[in-house]
């Protein structure tokens, strides 16, 4: 069987897949990985060749760019999002625009017009050449399900997350439905169609959601909506490195870690900055040895370092969370999914961009964390918090809930049965 991945150009949503990937090879099977050129991260074609993946580039840096370029740059507590906030109940209405405005930039006329190949046109003929029986597509990258449908690949939806395009659509067909709504064209439709006819197909809803959905969130944490979602084990990949000598030795005293993951520069408008120098110096008494990865201007920032802190550029998680006690971080899907791999505690201060929040409440409500607000972050409150999850049994107890949790879900080898099953019955 011939699979192909298709993924949004940023190594967060790469990492989630390569196991499944991994998978899916070891069980004789061609994997080919495509994305488009690197927008949030310039590394993301690096990253599937160094993870031993066969990689497609198909373009795109410039639309990507102009359409993220609100997400990145934005500020304020107007500034567009994909997050769903559980406390907003029309965050849904904000992240469906944004979701509008990524899509186009897929196959964008102006691309056209301008002597340029939309990223659409080069998947389908790679796609048309090439052959798969099964493409698997991100969420934010649904030309994949137009890739497969012209080639006859049956096509499923891999979640990085929670499914938020899944509740959008979900909310707008709702919408659409209600004779009171002032919502009389389905707003997604400007831009599939006319993608769509290009190729001889007609909309159909797996478009966006796929023929299945194959689903690495937690059960407990996944939306009741009326798809079908096969579960996969989410296995933590952050990427390799060679192991540091300090990491394997002789621990004389609690390590805790902290990362921002590849967000750690967006922390801007109501979400203030990070306050890294004063955070540093509170646990500069404490009886720990803290690894924080930074860049450049945060390590700047946080000028002379206590004795007990230890920053990096880069550290994967798998290699340094299981000598640690704890975990500070964003709220992150493949932090999270790290911290419940080695059952570690987790103090979230949650970065609202996709599912932060719903992770930092779930940490929360199932015992194995506490949240710390980030639009308020208040040091002398986290160092407390820290100080709580190091001492407190029970935060161990709850870790160990969710990581028995993760278990209940089958690894990526015992999906790869289930996906052969399913690529025969769909193939057309």
């Given at each position: 069987?011939?699979v192909?991945f298709?993924?949004?150009p940023?190594?967060?949503?790469?990492?989630p897949a390569i196991?499944?990937?991994?998978?899916?090879?070891?069980a004789?099977?061609?994997?080919v990985?495509?994305?488009?050129?690197?927008?949030?991260?310039q590394?993301v074609?690096?990253?599937i060749t160094?993870?031993?993946?066969?990689?497609?580039t198909?373009?795109g840096?410039e639309?990507?760019t102009a359409?993220?370029?609100p997400l990145?740059?934005g500020?304020?507590?107007n500034?567009?999002?994909?997050?769903?906030?559980p406390?907003d109940p029309?965050a849904w209405?904000t992240a469906?625009?944004v979701?509008g405005?990524?899509?186009?930039?897929?196959y964008?006329p102006?691309?056209?017009?301008?002597?340029?190949r939309?990223?659409?046109?080069?998947l389908?003929e790679?796609?048309?050449?090439w052959?798969?029986?099964l493409v698997?597509?991100?969420p934010?990258?649904p030309?994949?399900?137009v890739?497969a449908?012209?080639?006859?690949?049956?096509?499923?939806?891999?979640?990085?997350g929670?499914d938020n395009?899944g509740?959008v659509?979900?909310?707008?067909?709702?919408?659409?439905?209600d004779?009171?709504?002032?919502?009389t064209?389905?707003?997604?439709l400007p831009w599939?169609r006319?993608v769509?006819?290009?190729y001889?197909l007609?909309?159909?809803e797996?478009?966006l959601t796929?023929?299945?959905?194959?689903?690495?969130?937690?059960?407990r944490m996944?939306?009741?909506?009326?798809?079908?979602?096969?579960?996969?084990?989410r296995?933590?990949?952050?990427?390799?490195t060679t192991?540091?000598d300090?990491?394997?030795?002789?621990?004389?005293?609690p390590r805790?870690?902290l990362?921002?993951?590849?967000?750690r520069r967006?922390?801007a408008?109501r979400?203030?900055?990070?306050?890294?120098?004063?955070?540093?110096e509170s646990?500069?008494?404490?009886?720990?040895?803290?690894v924080?990865?930074?860049n450049?201007?945060?390590l700047?920032?946080?000028?002379t370092?206590p004795?007990?802190v230890r920053?990096?550029a880069?550290l994967?998680l798998?290699?340094v969370?299981?000598?640690?006690?704890?975990?500070?971080?964003h709220?992150?899907?493949g932090?999270?999914?790290?911290?419940?791999?080695?059952?570690?505690?987790q103090l979230v201060?949650p970065l609202p961009m996709?599912d932060?929040m719903?992770t930092?409440?779930y940490v929360?409500r199932?015992?194995?964390?506490l949240?710390?607000?980030?639009?308020?972050i208040?040091?002398d409150?986290?160092?407390?918090?820290?100080?709580r999850?190091?001492e407190e049994?029970?935060?161990?107890?709850?870790a160990?809930a969710?990581?028995?949790d993760?278990?209940?879900?089958?690894?990526p080898?015992?999906?790869?049965p289930?996906l052969?099953?399913l690529?025969?019955?769909?193939?057309?």
């Open positions: 069987m011939r192909l298709t993924i949004f940023a190594s967060a949503h790469l990492y196991p499944l990937a991994w998978a899916l090879q070891s004789g099977h061609e994997v990985v495509a994305s488009p050129e690197g927008v949030v991260d590394k074609i690096e990253n160094s993870a031993g993946l066969t990689a497609v198909l373009g840096k639309e990507l359409s993220l370029a990145i740059a500020a304020g507590p500034r567009p999002t994909l997050a769903l906030d406390d029309n209405r469906r625009a979701l405005g990524m899509f186009n930039a897929y964008p102006a691309a056209v017009e301008g002597g340029r939309p990223v659409l046109d080069t389908v790679f796609a048309q050449g052959r798969p029986d698997l597509w991100d934010l990258a030309t994949g399900a890739a449908r012209a080639c006859g690949a049956a096509h499923a939806r891999l979640l990085f929670t395009v509740l659509r979900a909310k707008t067909r709702q919408e659409l439905a004779p009171s709504s002032d919502l064209e389905d707003p997604w599939l006319p769509l006819e290009r001889g007609d909309f159909t797996e478009t796929g023929q299945w959905t194959l689903d690495l969130t937690q059960s996944r939306t009741p909506l009326d798809l079908t979602y096969v579960p996969v084990r296995v933590p990949y952050n990427g390799a192991l540091p300090w990491l394997h030795a002789r621990q004389e005293r805790v870690v990362t921002l993951g590849v967000s967006l922390l408008g979400h203030s900055g990070f306050p890294m120098r004063e955070f540093f646990v500069s008494g404490l009886d720990l040895e803290l924080a990865t930074l450049s201007e945060q700047e920032a946080a000028g370092l004795d007990n920053a990096l880069y994967p798998n290699q969370l299981p000598t640690s006690s704890a975990i500070i971080h709220g992150g899907g932090t999270f999914a790290a911290a419940v791999a080695f059952k570690v505690p201060v996709w932060e719903v930092a409440r929360a199932r015992g194995a964390g949240v710390a607000d980030p639009a308020a208040d040091v409150s986290m160092q407390k918090d820290l100080v999850l190091l049994p029970s935060f161990q107890l709850g160990r969710l990581y028995e993760m278990l209940a879900a089958p690894a080898k015992d999906v790869v289930v052969e099953r690529a025969a019955e769909h193939r057309g």
